[in-house]
């Protein structure tokens, strides 16, 4: 029976009911059993968890405050808690950075996920019936547009001039050329094209003098260049039926005064040029973006294999007066073969721009500039101006590449009034 209400609790009977209490026993069994109201238990037992001793039992001693030093275990142990500080420290920041890439991603709408390799129809020969040609493989690139740059007619001495119009003028013209080598100067059998899309779409006001008189600032031109690129690659869709494109980040799109290694796609508005056109292009089947973290591309056509990369980082620098960017370009493509072949990652045909000049070398296809001669190449360079173009050429399952093409963007000069096929200096008398 309990305790009357308002009858104090004895010594005894208290220091029972505390006994029950710090050994674990609930309220109302401890009520019951010293015989006192619950009520008057729940107070004991929140005295209890305030730091009252139990009555006969010595006090807990206090806490002493840690002092440093005073063991060699005291001493790992503070060691061990600022080691897992760290390394938690550490564990976010990475936790972070990953979800940081994963929303740029996420914002753009699809993660460009890398191809284990090209499609079927770039790696084995169509089928063809009695009386057909075999189908071949158009690949080209496009590269080093510079949409937003301007060029001065004036400066360039009357050879050349560029701005966003004369782009979209161009790059029409390139569009519309290919197509049309393609039907009429090819086998007229193809299972799709392949794209090489290596960069330097935008000009990105990279030099100081290119920040002063560029159209368009960086952003709006990227947009700009992805509404071109999505015309473009619908009509190379419409003639091809499929696209496939190896995907590399030029120098001039980087948002970095000077290359950054780490990363360094993801600090590039070609890149994001190349994510917001995979977006558009979400869910169809005929066209195949493939970007990748390196920032290169080894596929195959057929039997070829090729690396296309934007070219500006092939391990060299410089040039020659004379022979011009053919002695670092093949300078380059040996260390980069090199480089390749050790880790297992060989090439046949190494595809690069960046160098704005059309080579066709032993190892090496070299794109010309869509922009062309500009105020930098003559004054610094005191190179000779050549029409801009960009390349492209034909793969046979068995024979390799069949033709070579220089697709031109401009009218070709008026010949009017040269009827003859053929002519000659009669011999000197």
Same mark, same amino acid.
């Given at each position: 029976m309990s305790r009357p209400i308002g009858q104090h609790l004895d010594s005894d009977t208290r220091t029972a009911l505390r006994r029950l209490l710090a050994a674990g026993t609930s309220i109302s069994a401890a009520a019951r059993e010293a015989g006192v109201a619950r009520g008057t238990a729940r107070r004991e037992a929140y005295l209890l968890k305030a730091g009252e001793p139990v009555e006969g039992e010595p006090a807990p001693e206090p806490a002493q405050p840690f002092r440093l030093g005073g063991s060699p275990e005291s001493r790992r142990i503070v060691q061990l808690e600022d080691e897992v500080k760290r390394l938690r420290g550490e564990l976010r920041a990475a936790h972070r950075a990953a979800l940081d890439e994963e929303a740029v991603r996420e914002i753009l709408g699809t993660i460009a996920r890398a191809a284990e390799e090209p499609p079927d129809w770039v790696l084995r020969p169509a089928p063809k019936r009695k009386g057909e040609r075999t189908a071949e493989v158009p690949v080209c690139t496009w590269s080093d547009w510079h949409l937003g740059e301007v060029v001065s007619r004036t400066e360039t001495n009357g050879v050349n001039a560029f701005d966003l119009t004369i782009a979209e003028t161009r790059i029409r013209a390139l569009v519309e050329n290919i197509i049309r080598i393609a039907r009429d100067h090819g086998p007229g059998r193809y299972p799709g094209i392949v794209i090489n899309l290596l960069g330097d779409i935008v000009s990105g006001g990279l030099h100081p003098e290119l920040a002063k008189t560029d159209a368009l600032e960086v952003l709006p031109a990227a947009?700009?260049?992805?509404?071109?690129?999505?015309?473009?690659?619908?009509?190379?869709?419409?003639?091809?039926?499929?696209?496939?494109?190896?995907?590399?980040?030029?120098? =001039?799109?980087?948002?970095?005064?000077?290359?950054?290694?780490?990363?360094?796609?993801y600090k590039n508005y070609d890149w994001l040029i190349y994510e917001l056109l995979v977006r558009h292009f979400a869910g169809r089947s005929e066209i195949r973006f493939d970007i990748r973290e390196s920032n290169e591309v080894r596929y195959r056509v057929f039997g070829q294999r090729y690396l296309a990369m =934007?070219?500006?980082?092939?391990?060299?620098? @410089?040039?020659? @007066?004379?022979?011009?960017?053919?002695?670092?370009?093949?300078? @380059?493509?040996?260390?980069?073969?090199?480089?390749?072949?050790?880790?297992?990652?060989?090439?046949?045909?190494?595809?690069? @721009? =960046?160098?704005?000049?059309?080579?066709?070398l032993p190892r090496a296809i070299v794109a010309n500039a869509l922009k062309g001669f500009d105020e930098f190449a003559r004054l610094a360079l005191r190179a000779i101006p050549s029409e801009p173009s960009q390349p492209l050429w034909f793969v046979h399952p068995r024979r390799g590449i069949t033709s070579r093409w220089n697709v031109r963007v401009e009218a070709p000069p008026d010949r009017a009034g040269v009827s003859e096929w053929v002519s000659w200096e009669p011999e000197a008398a």
């Open positions: 947009l700009r260049a992805r509404d071109i690129l999505v015309w473009a690659f619908e009509r190379m869709i419409e003639a091809f039926g499929q696209v496939y494109v190896p995907c590399a980040a030029g120098n =001039h799109g980087r948002n970095t005064l000077k290359p950054e290694y780490k990363r360094y796609i =934007h070219g500006d980082m092939l391990g060299v620098k @410089g040039g020659d @007066g004379i022979i011009g960017a053919i002695g670092p370009i093949m300078r @380059g493509e040996v260390k980069t073969r090199g480089q390749a072949a050790s880790s297992g990652r060989d090439y046949d045909v190494l595809v690069i @721009g =960046h160098w704005h000049q059309e080579l066709w």
